[in-house]
């Protein structure tokens, strides 16, 4: 019982290209988000969005469009990828409550060549 | 903003106990958290602290001091298993949910 997926797990593209990384949590939580984590291994927020609507987006590039269908989903989408975008890319979601920490997903490993 | 500094590396042996810092520049938040992430992992919850003072989860202690900026993980009677990078983490109280992450600690334990 997986409590948030996240597929695929490894995804190598050409420049140019564009795909997207799928996830879905089953733990009845009302926020999902997602983060990159570059090569130094620093975690930054990209988008949050709670009950399928976007509540945060950190000037992300307009390449990246994340997508909510319901709130057990949050999807990204990105469009003609450039390498700088080889990261680890990572769904959560949590509780609004402080304090019950986030739960994420197992990472998308996207190299760009 | 917010800003949050970790040492890049700590090194201990299996048995020793070893604090991570993490020391911050910020506007205000509800609470310091800390993160653990194996090489190729998840990061997974550790630890909460709204309030300052010692919060004890086991082997593994957080301490937060608002006053000074600065909070530490304290890990006892480490393991190998233990070896992993260790994020602290604030929740800004902005109104808006989510976590700005600090630079990162990776715990390397020796035998």
């Known amino acids: ?113 | 903003g917010q800003s949050l500094e970790q040492p890049s590396e700590v090194t201990a042996v299996e048995g020793a106990i070893v604090q991570i810092n993490c020391t911050y520049q910020t506007s205000g938040f509800y609470g310091l958290s800390w993160y653990q992430q194996h090489d190729g992992g998840a990061p997974t919850f550790l630890s909460y602290n709204a309030l300052d003072g010692l919060e004890e989860t086991g082997r593994f202690s957080s301490f937060l001091s608002r006053s000074d900026s600065y909070g530490y993980l304290l890990l006892q009677e480490l393991q190998m298993k233990d070896s992993a990078s260790y994020f602290c983490a604030v929740s800004p109280n902005t109104g808006f949910q989510k976590l700005v992450f600090g630079t990162g600690t990776r715990l390397l334990v020796s035998p």
């Open chain 1, 1 to 113: 019982d997986t409590a948030v997926s996240q597929t695929p797990k490894y995804l190598v593209t050409q420049m140019g290209n564009d795909k997207s990384i799928k996830c879905e949590q089953n733990l009845g939580h009302d926020t999902m988000y997602w983060y990159k984590q570059d090569s130094k291994k620093f975690l930054k927020i990209m988008f949050s969005y709670n009950n399928k609507e976007l509540i945060i987006n950190e000037t992300v590039p307009n390449r990246f469009s994340p997508k909510s269908p319901d709130k057990a989903h949050l999807n990204l989408h990105i469009n003609s990828l450039e390498l700088g975008d080889s990261a680890v890319y990572f769904c959560a979601s949590s509780q609004v409550v402080q304090g019950d920490g986030y739960t994420f997903g197992s990472g998308t490993r996207l190299t760009v060549v």
